[in-house]
């Protein structure tokens, strides 16, 4: 899905886990998520903290879409 | 214990099999074995199994093979087996003691099998057909099965329940095989691990040992070993025959074709064949066992880890079995090229989901290093099975089961699946009935 989303011109942030597999599978910006079960929040934190887990995430994903790139590149902060 | 500082046999671990064969389940007054019938009590299994509060209704059945005999979904398919001599108890951390197995003598049932069956996760269990084409597909086709159906006490989470059945499935295998202790053995095999000092194989030969990965990943797909669940171990080492112990228990409830059941521990043939080939083909070091949990940072602590206990045994090669796919491919494929960067060869063992055309991607990550690899077969190809005389279980789970899809199940009992759905189809062990050889 992210592939033919930027085929069609639109670029793309992959949130994952696995970020070797969304490597392999060709994702060009890619933020690491949490875990495979909770990708985007951590059940064993306060809900506030999760809501701050979830903020730094989106965050940390619209300055990616915002960047240039030039290759396959992992956003880790 | 003392520590023997001579060398030698104190330091062996020698388990012997007495294989007790059985090719038939009959009801009686008295559980034995005798004359390849397994006869069974059912009151007095019924009661060994009685008693726990999140069942309220436990039943057995037989199903035997060649029979129209269909069974889903089943959980899990456990081995039994006894300790006649040695230290500890079958299936330690869990019905034992936690002492450490693999020394001494273990009666096994050879032929008999435990199936568990319940609606647990419900698309994460699984078919066994006893005759028909689906019967080629499964190793448990050709078990003589006692099959224990659990259904859950209402309002108890799904972990109990799951907990309640695999419980149930170790009572029922370790009682059987007890009764039996005094039945006539008709083969006895031999396993012997050497300490890494007392080997004598040849030193010219490579040291090979095995990465046995472990499903980890939590909320039912789990893995014990002595009882630890083990998405919280770092990697450790094994000796073989501790595993022939039942020292790896499933807890697994994930695609049925690629889950590795208690009874494929017990009998994993990377593990009888690698003892086979010691001394002959290389020098087998023992196991490596990993598990595949669902952080990257466990998946990259762990496979660092594994692959530095290789290093540090000093071994040449490595054949690394995965369990399940998906995300486990990324651990594999980790544990590979780390071995291969580290100077350690490696074949991987797995099996694939290349859609059930076949022209997808078979893995979900792949490597360079990655140039060594057996295949179990494609999960996705679709199967037809024909119906059943009758179906122990619910056979419209079919149409909920992973490898199906609403409309599996025909009026007639047809059931049209994806192979994914059918028992140890695919088993990244190679216990399966299929194969292929290269000419």
């Not at chain 2, 419209?396 to 199906?404: F, Q």
Request: proline letters at 5%.
């Amino acid at each position: 899905m992210v592939k033919e989303i930027e085929r069609a011109g639109l670029p793309v942030v992959h949130v994952c886990t696995i970020v070797p597999i969304s490597l392999t599978v060709g994702a060009n910006r890619i933020i690491p998520a949490v875990a495979i079960p909770h990708p985007l929040g951590d059940p064993s934190k306060t809900a506030e903290e999760e809501k701050q887990i979830r903020r730094r995430l989106v965050e940390r994903s619209l300055k990616a879409l915002q960047t240039e790139i030039t290759d396959q590149t992992v956003f880790n902060d | 214990m003392p520590i023997s500082l001579k060398g030698g046999k104190e330091r062996t671990m020698k388990l012997e099999l007495h294989r007790v064969k059985i090719s038939k389940l009959a009801w009686g007054d008295a559980t034995s074995a005798k004359d390849g019938v397994l006869t069974v009590n059912k009151e007095e299994l019924l009661s060994v199994l009685a008693g726990d509060e999140r069942l309220t209704k436990v039943d057995v059945d037989f199903a035997q093979p060649g029979e129209s005999v269909r069974i889903l979904p089943v959980k899990d398919v456990v081995e039994p087996r006894f300790k006649l001599e040695g230290a500890g108890g079958v299936f330690p951390g869990m019905l034992s003691d936690v002492e450490t197995v693999g020394e001494g003598k273990t009666l096994v049932l050879s032929g008999a099998a435990v199936v568990t069956t319940g609606k647990i996760v419900r698309f994460q269990e699984g078919i066994i057909d006893m005759s028909g084409p689906g019967a080629e597909y499964t190793p448990y086709s050709a078990t003589c099965n006692v099959v224990v159906i659990l259904e859950n006490a209402k309002g108890i989470d799904k972990h109990e329940y799951e907990t309640a059945c695999r419980m149930a499935g170790l009572k029922a295998a370790a009682y059987l095989a007890e009764k039996c202790a005094g039945a006539k053995v008709d083969a006895v095999e031999t396993y012997e691990s050497l300490s890494l000092k007392d080997m004598p194989a040849p030193p010219t030969l490579p040291k090979v040992a095995y990465l046995y990965m472990l499903q980890s990943q939590g909320l039912l797909h789990d893995t014990y070993l002595y009882g630890v669940d083990v998405k919280k171990i770092l990697p450790t080492y094994l000796n073989p025959t501790e595993v022939m112990d039942g020292a790896i228990v499933s807890g697994n409830c994930v695609s049925a074709c690629d889950k590795n059941n208690t009874y494929v521990h017990q009998n994993n043939p990377v593990i009888a064949n690698m003892f086979k080939r010691h001394g002959v083909d290389f020098n087998f070091i023992g196991c490596i066992v990993t598990n595949e949990n669902v952080t990257l940072l466990d998946k990259r602590r762990s496979s660092s880890y594994a692959v530095k206990l290789a290093r540090t045994l000093g071994v040449d090669g490595l054949l690394i079995s995965e369990e399940g796919f998906g995300n486990p491919d990324a651990d594999l494929i980790m544990n590979c090229w780390k071995a291969e960067r580290a100077g350690i060869k490696t074949t991987l063992l797995t099996d694939e989901y290349a859609g059930q055309d076949g022209a997808s991607q078979s893995l979900a990550d792949s490597c360079v290093e990655g140039d060594a690899c057996v295949t179990a077969g494609n999960a996705n190809e679709v199967i037809v099975l024909p119906p059943m005389d009758k179906v122990i279980g619910e056979p419209e789970e079919a149409n909920v089961i992973a490898g199906g899809w609403q409309g599996s199940l025909a009026a007639d009992g047809t059931i049209t699946v994806e192979l994914q759905a059918i028992l140890g189809s695919t088993s990244e062990l190679g216990y399966t009935k299929l194969g292929a050889y290269t000419i």
